[in-house]
């Protein structure tokens, strides 16, 4: 997957299939799995129907037709499962935060909140679709977005803006709304250290001395990485946001990895990044809490009593799970967002929490594919960046809720109740398939991407 090797250009014309037909199916597919947990839910709880069916199935389906029609037209090329895979974790998200809404007399409505998120994100979506029309233009000011993000991640530092919750500073308050700058920070970032990784990887891959055995960069090559490891710092120590720092700084450690193929940046900086969180739990009060949850939760009933429900929870659920709208998932604080995945896991079992991380196993597995088969660097980067940040996500709040790891605070993409992370997660897959489409359309094997004129004057010799 490397970005510093382009490989030659070659005389055949890879073909593949657009697979629109194949993905609407898989669409409408995914999203009958949300609808029916919604009914289920209802059913099981009231034995009866939900009355507004229709409305919610005609927003619902059109909301999947909608998104399908602007791909089918725009990126006929672009990888067919990867929209609905999304379809399919945001539609269970739904379910399961409708399912919440029903614990509490009158019932909550958060639900029809998130679906309204949802219809935002998708316009969002569309508009990435429809505006960015070649990933490549996002190349050209580097420094802009970095410094933009570099803002946006820093912002709720500021007096007056920044909103505490949860013991951790990650919010902005602005005219009554809460916003989670760090989720379009995520992506800023990613393009611009795909356009500055891609404009240097010859100078970061080539330049250093052997030192036991491992090439080490120069001391003036070290700047990127170091801004990034303070800027890490600076977020978890003072927005007491240990998930954001992982994501950001394991997210540059890996395009830098894969920019360069050089083991020295990854070790390099994961020495730095254990030192920072070493001192974070020597000199913070934040860290070390979530620390001592993760490893004796019982030590402190009241102060665990997150983690504690969720463990619960899943015992209760067992194999199987106790069926939508069966189980007691309200007992856990924050069901909706950061505990989701104890919610699913004690309703769907551990057999459905399993599902839900193959699913996204198998986005992720797509993003890299793209990113594998995309000719040109900066999509190459750009791809596995952008796939590798749902995996270390998706890793970080799962594993923290089941106890593999402390709890990050991170959201569940595409499930968890929250505007910021829903509408951002959205433009990152809209970003996804504009490189995809440009990877899968009809060219030249190894070339870079081409006009449709230059591809109509090649020959077709190969087919996927």
């Not at 739904?94 to 614990?103: E, H, P, T, V």
């Not at 007056?160 to 990650?170: H, N, R």
């Not at 069966?326 to 909706?336: C, D, N």
């Given at each position: 997957?490397?970005?510093?090797?382009?490989?030659?250009?070659?005389?055949?014309?890879?073909?593949?299939?657009?697979?629109?037909?194949?993905?609407?199916?898989?669409?409408?597919?995914?999203q009958l799995f949300g609808f029916v947990g919604w009914v289920l839910t209802h059913l099981n709880l009231y034995d009866v129907l939900p009355?507004?069916?229709?409305?919610?199935?005609?927003?619902?389906?059109?909301?999947?037709?909608?998104?399908?029609?602007?791909?089918?037209?725009?990126?006929?090329?672009?990888?067919?499962?990867?929209?609905?895979?999304?379809?399919?974790?945001?539609?269970?998200?739904?379910?399961?935060?409708?399912?919440?809404?029903?614990?509490?007399?009158?019932?909550?409505?958060?639900?029809?909140?998130?679906?309204?998120?949802?219809?935002?994100?998708?316009?969002?979506?569309?508009?990435?679709?429809?505006?960015?029309?070649?990933?490549?233009?996002?190349?050209?000011?580097?420094?802009?977005?970095?410094?933009?993000?570099?803002?946006?991640?820093?912002?709720?530092?500021?007096?007056?803006?920044?909103?505490?919750?949860?013991?951790?500073?990650?919010?902005?308050?602005?005219?009554?709304?809460?916003?989670?700058?760090?989720?379009?920070?995520?992506?800023?970032?990613?393009?611009?250290?795909?356009?500055?990784?891609?404009?240097?990887?010859?100078?970061?891959?080539?330049?250093?001395?052997?030192?036991?055995?491992?090439?080490?960069?120069?001391?003036?090559?070290?700047?990127?990485?170091?801004?990034?490891?303070?800027?890490?710092?600076?977020?978890?120590?003072?927005?007491?946001?240990?998930?954001t720092s992982l994501l950001f700084f394991g997210l540059f450690t890996v395009m830098i990895y894969i920019a360069t193929e050089r083991p020295?940046?990854?070790?390099?900086?994961?020495?730095?990044?254990?030192?920072?969180?070493?001192?974070?739990?020597?000199?913070?009060?934040?860290?070390?809490?979530?620390?001592?949850?993760?490893?004796?939760?019982?030590?402190?009933?009241?102060?665990?009593?997150?983690?504690?429900?969720?463990?619960?929870?899943?015992?209760?659920?067992?194999?199987?799970?106790?069926?939508?709208?069966?189980?007691?998932?309200?007992?856990?604080?924050?069901?909706?967002?950061?505990?989701?995945?104890?919610?699913?896991?004690?309703?769907?079992?551990?057999?459905?929490?399993?599902?839900?991380?193959?699913?996204?196993?198998?986005?992720?597995?797509?993003?890299?594919?793209?990113?594998?088969?995309?000719?040109?660097?900066?999509?190459?980067?750009?791809?596995?960046?952008?796939?590798?940040?749902?995996?270390?996500?998706?890793?970080?709040?799962?594993?923290?809720?089941?106890?593999?790891?402390?709890?990050?605070?991170?959201?569940?993409?595409?499930?968890?109740?929250?505007?910021?992370?829903?509408?951002?997660?959205?433009?990152?897959?809209?970003?996804?398939?504009?490189?995809?489409?440009?990877?899968?359309?009809?060219?030249?094997?190894?070339?870079?991407?081409?006009?449709?004129?230059?591809i109509d004057d090649l020959t077709v010799v190969i087919a996927r």
């Amino acid at each position: 997957m490397s970005a510093a090797v382009q490989p030659a250009v070659s005389a055949e014309v890879i073909v593949f299939r657009q697979r629109r037909n194949v993905e609407l199916v898989l669409i409408a597919f995914a999203q009958l799995f949300g609808f029916v947990g919604w009914v289920l839910t209802h059913l099981n709880l009231y034995d009866v129907l939900p009355e507004n069916l229709t409305t919610v199935a005609a927003i619902w389906f059109g909301l999947g037709l909608a998104a399908h029609l602007v791909v089918r037209f725009r990126l006929p090329y672009a990888d067919p499962v990867i929209l609905p895979s999304v379809f399919l974790l945001n539609g269970l998200g739904l379910a399961m935060i409708y399912r919440i809404d029903q614990i509490p007399e009158p019932p909550r409505t958060d639900a029809s909140t998130q679906l309204l998120w949802t219809a935002l994100g998708l316009g969002l979506f569309s508009a990435v679709v429809i505006v960015l029309r070649d990933h490549r233009r996002l190349q050209r000011y580097p420094y802009l977005l970095f410094i933009g993000g570099l803002t946006l991640l820093l912002l709720p530092l500021i007096p007056g803006l920044g909103v505490t919750s949860g013991g951790a500073q990650i919010w902005i308050r602005l005219f009554g709304f809460s916003f989670q700058p760090a989720e379009v920070a995520k992506i800023l970032l990613a393009v611009a250290f795909a356009a500055y990784l891609y404009e240097h990887r010859e100078v970061l891959a080539l330049a250093g001395r052997r030192v036991l055995g491992i090439e080490l960069p120069r001391a003036r090559d070290l700047g990127p990485i170091l801004v990034m490891w303070l800027a890490s710092l600076a977020v978890m120590v003072f927005q007491n946001d240990l998930g954001t720092s992982l994501l950001f700084f394991g997210l540059f450690t890996v395009m830098i990895y894969i920019a360069t193929e050089r083991p020295a940046w990854p070790i390099l900086a994961s020495i730095l990044f254990v030192g920072a969180a070493l001192a974070a739990n020597a000199f913070t009060n934040h860290v070390p809490r979530r620390v001592n949850a993760w490893l004796d939760p019982f030590s402190n009933y009241d102060a665990n009593l997150q983690i504690i429900s969720a463990q619960f929870g899943y015992a209760w659920g067992g194999l199987f799970g106790r069926g939508w709208g069966l189980g007691r998932p309200g007992l856990t604080p924050l069901a909706k967002s950061d505990m989701i995945a104890a919610a699913v896991g004690e309703e769907l079992g551990i057999l459905g929490l399993m599902a839900v991380i193959l699913v996204y196993a198998l986005l992720v597995a797509r993003g890299f594919k793209t990113a594998l088969i995309s000719p040109d660097g900066f999509g190459k980067l750009l791809a596995a960046g952008l796939s590798f940040s749902f995996a270390l996500q998706v890793f970080s709040i799962i594993g923290g809720v089941t106890r593999l790891l402390p709890l990050t605070g991170l959201t569940t993409p595409f499930m968890s109740q929250g505007g910021s992370s829903l509408i951002a997660n959205w433009m990152i897959i809209g970003i996804l398939l504009v490189i995809s489409h440009r990877a899968r359309v009809p060219q030249a094997a190894t070339a870079a991407p081409q006009s449709p004129q230059q591809i109509d004057d090649l020959t077709v010799v190969i087919a996927r």
